[in-house]
């Protein structure tokens, strides 16, 4: 039994000659759900490299989901190229277990909506790799090491790189943060919202809510937030790396989300921050508790 087997019990392994094991996590595994979406949410990175890999960028694959009669694989294909439709090609790089209408080596075509993970390596680092990070994150840290010895990559908390905009949570830290470095308090303003914000804070106290209240405290959270820009200065993200490690949903409207930034000295910082969905996109709110 392989290195990977030691660290799953009740999750299906299969072995392969002169290959690694594959794990097969539930399908309602959390991590492997949300590795999957992030990996979505972020394509558009592999994709732009892809095109135009940067130094140090040597190595580029896709996950992608292949069905045969009703049994379901998810394998990952080398050497990836998109058509102008945003179709995906590339070759079959794991000799198929589950699935009878591929085989190793061969050269395929999938619509991007198949597409559930890629991964670049860059100066022997992972970016990306959404699944293999969730596979880790399973597995005892004292056994992560040597995970990592044999997938013979570094596999650090990563870079996410999220498009800075309001269609996600995620995102929406992102504007926030890219206010700060352009030193733009009317941007970063656009990117709170103080009265979800003032509300939040009221609904933990004991007492009915009135409109007048939560409009007046909303009016109070912006005044002292431009006070603090004023009196200290935009917080400085420059050069910062930004891993977002968790999203814990309250409702659909309010998520707090877990961001890691890791800094030139190698030191690192943990958040986490409310965000909240309007009718405008996401907004950001405060730092959790």
């Known amino acids: 039994m392989g290195l990977l087997s030691r660290f799953f ?3 299906k392994v299969v072995e392969r000659s002169a290959e690694p094991d594959l794990v097969y996590i539930p399908n309602e595994d959390e991590r492997m759900n949300w590795a999957m ?3 979505g949410l972020t394509l558009w990175y592999f994709e732009n490299s892809l095109k135009s890999p940067s130094a140090g960028q040597e190595y580029f694959s896709i996950k992608v989901m292949i069905e ?5 694989e998810h394998i990952w294909l080398t050497a990836p190229d998109f058509d102008e439709e945003g179709n995906l090609f590339g070759e079959v790089g794991n000799e198929p277990v589950q699935v009878k209408n591929v085989k190793l080596g061969q050269k395929i075509g999938v619509m991007r ?3 559930s993970d890629w991964m670049i390596v860059e100066h022997g680092r992972l970016i990306g790799g959404y699944t293999i990070r969730a596979i880790r994150e399973g597995i005892p840290e004292t056994e992560r090491t040597s995970f990592d010895e044999s997938i013979g990559l570094l596999i650090d908390v990563g870079i996410d790189h999220f498009k800075a905009d309001f269609d996600t949570p995620e995102g ?3 504007s926030l943060e890219q206010a700060y470095q352009e030193k733009d308090i009317d941007k970063a303003l656009a990117c709170k919202d103080f009265y979800q914000e003032a509300k939040l804070m009221l609904s933990s106290l004991d007492f009915q809510m009135e409109e007048e209240m939560i409009i007046s405290t909303s009016e109070a959270l912006a005044i002292s937030f431009v006070s603090y820009i004023e009196k200290e200065g935009m917080p400085d993200f420059s050069n910062i790396n930004r891993a977002f490690t968790n999203r814990e949903k309250i409702n659909d409207n309010y998520w707090i989300i877990t961001e890691v930034c890791t800094y030139p000295d190698g030191g690192n910082s943990v958040q986490r921050l409310q965000t909240y969905k309007t009718a405008q996109g996401w907004r950001v709110l405060g730092v959790a508790g």
């Open 172 to 174: 929406a830290i992102l």
């Open 9 to 11: 019990g009740k999750n």
């Open 68 to 72: 045969d009669e009703g049994q379901v």
């Open 113 to 115: 909506t198949l597409i």
């Open 37 to 39: 979406e992030k990996a």
